[in-house]
């Protein structure tokens, strides 16, 4: 049973991987559209990246049907493999699929991190001190 989860778990991990990459050139695609002042390219950017966000959710909803499909204590485990924050755990574990799957799900993160970041900074960009992060970071000067 938990072979057959880390390997399906896999498999949508990577299809997953491969989404966040699609999401970080849209990303860059808008990034640079928004240089250019291309209202066109930035809409059609944004409506391409919204796109591949919907098929990562429905990803994510395979996913969790993965996790739920078995007792709690498979569900912790499962998660456990998705949530590692380094390659040194990855690669602390014996089994060569469980190690793959968590790294993966670490190069997601890292993927979903950059992403992010570019977005933070292209709202401030736009937005200026009327954007969410600024206001955020002015907040946290404050205290």
Same mark, same amino acid.
């Given at each position: 049973?938990?072979?057959?989860?880390?390997? +399906?778990?896999?498999?949508?991990?990577?299809?997953? %991987?491969?989404?966040?990459? =699609?999401? /970080?050139?849209?990303?860059? +695609?808008?990034?640079?559209?928004?240089?250019?002042? /291309?209202?066109?390219?930035?809409?059609?950017?944004?409506?391409?990246?919204?796109?591949?966000?919907?098929?990562?959710? $429905?990803?994510?909803?395979?996913?969790?049907?993965?996790?739920? $499909? #078995?007792?709690?204590?498979? %569900? %912790?485990?499962? *998660?456990?493999?998705?949530?590692?924050?380094? !390659?040194? !755990?990855?690669?602390?574990?014996?089994?060569?699929?469980? *190690?793959?799957?968590?790294?993966?799900?670490?190069?997601?993160?890292?993927?979903? *991190? #950059?992403?992010?970041?570019?977005? =933070?900074?292209?709202? *401030?960009?736009?937005? #200026?001190? /009327?954007? %969410?992060?600024?206001?955020?970071?002015?907040? =946290?000067?404050?205290?």
């Amino acid at each position: 049973m938990i072979e057959e989860c880390v390997a +399906d778990l896999t498999k949508l991990m990577k299809q997953k %991987y491969q989404k966040m990459l =699609k999401i /970080d050139n849209a990303t860059n +695609d808008i990034e640079n559209a928004l240089k250019r002042n /291309d209202k066109v390219s930035t809409e059609m950017f944004m409506n391409m990246r919204m796109e591949i966000m919907e098929e990562i959710d $429905s990803i994510d909803n395979e996913v969790q049907k993965i996790l739920t $499909s #078995g007792d709690e204590e498979l %569900y %912790y485990y499962l *998660k456990g493999l998705l949530k590692i924050d380094t !390659q040194e !755990q990855a690669m602390d574990t014996e089994y060569e699929d469980e *190690k793959i799957l968590m790294l993966v799900s670490l190069r997601i993160h890292n993927v979903l *991190k #950059g992403v992010i970041e570019k977005d =933070k900074e292209m709202n *401030k960009r736009i937005l #200026g001190k /009327d954007s %969410y992060y600024s206001q955020n970071e002015t907040k =946290k000067n404050m205290y």
